[in-house]
Every structure is written in C-alpha cells, then in structure tokens.
C-alpha cells in the first residue's frame, strides 16, 4: 500500500466534489416537463439534486480549507485540541478538521 500523500487525496476529493457539483448543476439546467404532475415530481426530484448540490459545495469548502491548512503547515492537526488527527482518520476523511475525541465530543 503506498504511503498516504494528503496532495494526492486532497486533489481526488476536489476532482470528486467538482464532478458531482457539475453534474448536479447540469441536472438541475434541463427543462420542465409541460404536465403538472410530472412537473410536481420534478419540483422535488430539484429538491433533491439542490441538497446534493449544497454537500458537494460543503465538502469542496472544507477540502479547500484543508488544503490551506497543508500550505500553513497546520494539516492534520485538531482545530478543537491541537493534537495530531490519526493517520488512519486523515486517510478515511482527508479533509478532517478534529481529532476522533474531539469529533465525537462536537456530535454530542
């Protein structure tokens, strides 16, 4: 297995973000149906594809954020604590802000 490069994971995550934003933006471009019911379905299919959109959008923010962290020299460091996030959490979520402790200690 090769060594983790968060370069390499960040730039994957932007191209994946940056896809998924555009086909999403592309979906939501088409043009509605004429009859009402299949324009109601669509409505909310757009509901939808609008919530999907705003995640891609979120995680291109963070990964931005991210990479700025890795040019200051403050990636992989916990925003909460400012202990080392694990390399293991670094390559399952390349974009992490907080340490595992820290991350469970927010979501309560």
Do not use: W
């Not at 934003?21 to 409505?43: C, K, T, V, Y």
């Not at 403050?74 to 909460?80: E, I, S, T, V």
Request: charged share 25%; glycine share 6%.
């Amino acid at each position: 297995m090769p060594a983790f490069d968060p370069h390499i994971a960040l730039y994957t995550l932007v191209n994946e973000y940056s896809a998924r934003a555009n086909a999403i933006r592309q979906d939501l471009a088409r043009m509605h149906s004429a009859g009402f019911a299949e324009q109601a379905q669509q409505r909310q299919n757009d509901d939808v594809l609008q919530t999907l959109l705003a995640e891609a959008e979120t995680g291109l923010r963070q990964v931005g954020l991210a990479k700025l962290r890795l040019a200051e020299g403050r990636y992989g460091l916990c925003l909460r604590c400012g202990e080392a996030i694990s390399a293991a959490r670094l390559q399952v979520m390349p974009a992490a802000e907080c340490c595992l402790a820290c991350a469970d200690a927010r979501e309560r």
